[in-house]
């Protein structure tokens, strides 16, 4: 059972490129979640969805875009990288939208030079 | 203004003793408060759960407590053992706010043998 998977691992990217995030999970979960962790912070939303086609932001959704297409899929969409999103992304699915524990993915590292 | 806080970002303890962890919330909309441990290069993983209906709850090793009067949750990890060692995070949700999950900036727990 994979879970959640997250791809790629690491990343550098220079200033202006952009990028997609991949994340994917098979345990047919509705709700998905984009999380940002800075050194010695807790995790940011960034964006999530309640389903198919439906998406929402988070606390800190300027330059990211995402779509949710499939149940299994949310991509994260980075354009015009800036040096302000160097950071660890963490993509997440739950059961339920309350009362129901987190999945996370092992994340992916960026880093923007 | 950070709605989650968890004071003291790190805390060292022997082994065998017992581990308490300290997380203060501000939002008396919470009603939904999660543990998850974190291990580097990995994603965070959930731990032990409690609903504001409740005061206690127990899942071997690991105890939160919950003070609604106080917004102030603990967990307890007795006895610790060096394998718990990694940042655990706190975090809280209201069903109001459609269950997102607001995190604390976490607590570097180390366990020496």
């Known amino acids: 059972n994979a879970g959640v998977t997250q791809t790629p691992k690491f990343r550098i990217l220079k200033i202006g490129q952009s990028m997609t995030l991949q994340c994917t999970q098979d345990?047919?979960?509705?709700?998905m979640y984009w999380y940002r962790q800075d050194p010695g912070m807790g995790l940011k939303l960034i964006y999530y969805?309640?389903?198919?086609?439906?998406?929402d932001k988070g606390e800190v959704p300027n330059g990211y875009n995402v779509s949710r297409s499939t149940t299994e899929d949310f991509p994260l969409r980075l354009e015009l990288a800036a040096p302000s999103q160097t950071s660890v992304y963490f993509c997440a699915s739950s059961y339920r939208i309350y009362n129901s524990p987190l999945h996370f993915g092992n994340g992916t590292r960026l880093t923007v030079t | 203004d950070q709605q989650v806080k968890q004071n003291s970002p790190s805390l060292s303890v022997q082994e065998g003793r017992i581990s308490i962890l300290n997380c203060d919330y501000t939002?008396?909309?919470?009603?939904?408060f999660l543990w998850y441990k974190k291990y580097p290069a990995e994603g965070p993983t959930f731990l032990i759960s409690i609903s504001s209906i409740k005061d206690k709850n127990e899942d071997g090793r690991f105890t939160v407590f919950l003070n609604k009067s106080a917004k102030h949750l603990s967990l307890h990890i007795v006895p610790s053992q060096p394998g718990d060692s990694a940042v655990y995070f706190c975090?809280?949700?209201?069903?109001?706010?459609?269950?997102?999950?607001?995190f604390g900036d976490g607590t570097t727990l180390t366990v020496k043998p």
């Open positions: 345990m047919n979960h509705n709700y």
């Open positions: 975090a809280a949700s209201a069903q109001t706010n459609a269950g997102k999950s607001t």
């Open positions: 969805s309640v389903g198919a086609g439906i998406t």
């Open positions: 939002n008396s909309m919470f009603d939904y």
